[in-house]
């Protein structure tokens, strides 16, 4: 059965299970489909303009030691973001040509640690071709196609896709009709993909 | 170092959380220190006059599948209340007084197993009674206590604490100066307290 992560650049748990999705899926033998998606207009529809981290500072601050905690334990080099949240819409719409490229096992984590560990303003261009390059992906061609409008039209589908699942946060997984929320689900998810045909 | 478990009785991931604590605890030679608060009070003030999973929906579907897949998982048999969230003051003052009897880790599990196991009504003081009676402890008395003003204002104290803390929902657990939040970071939260002497 299929087994879909669901991701938004700007989102902090997103990073630790893009650190270790492809790993876990592996050894379990689940192939992973990367979905992109915007999580901003699904908080707007929750009335929230912001990410709930800012919105509620007391959650906020705990959001920073607990990621910072989690990263510890996977032996990954986390560094809080002089920004959040940060914009990840070009970086989204490139994961999609990436991912038609075949790239995306190797994209995604790549954008996740500029953001989380280098601390780079992922919604820059210049940014986003530094990763594409570093990757040996065609840099000016992904973007090209990332900025074209049936590329924008497939991130939209696949934002109003997820909100139809029931996805309300980042990261979420769906086997099925089965939705699984947060990087603590990951395996839990990925064990439901490998029971199922 | 001490190990403090914060739960609000209304709270369904508390639930989770209070069916193995003291068998991972044990485990790690920590012992668990029971802090029962209410969750309601800071809720308030942080402009949400009921649970967030009723304020949005889509967090709250989810939330009952997620219980029931972990609960499957531990073997433990739920069942969704026919009414949420349930006033647990009564069963959180009770829980003082039986702490104080050094029954919290009988009667902690005990309440929660009737709200979402047998989806007894725990605000009220027969459900309450009950539960005291079938663990061997002085129903009568143990009510009288929780009713009594000291015990009202310990709760009240015990509340002000958490959201001192930085506590903003259940479970929660503190170790030192250390939060950890959810079912999902018992073993970590653990984890840090056998590390420390």
New interface residues.
Partial sequence: MAFEFWFEFASTYSYLTALRVEELAEARGVRVVYRPFLLGPIFKG?GLNDSPFNV?P??G??MW??VE??AH?LGASFRRPSAFPRNGLLAARAALVADDLGASARYVPAVYRASFERDLDISQSSVVSEILTSLELPAADVLGRAQSEPVRQRLREQTARAEGL?I?GAPSFTVGSE????N??LE?ALDWAARLP
């Avoid at 939705?179 to 947060?182: H, S, T």
Wanted: glycine fraction near 10%; include cysteine; hydrophobic fraction near 25%.
């Fill in positions: 929750h509620y007391v959650k601050s705990y030691r607990d905690r989690c334990e029931g309300f939705l699984f929320w947060g603590d689900r839990q």
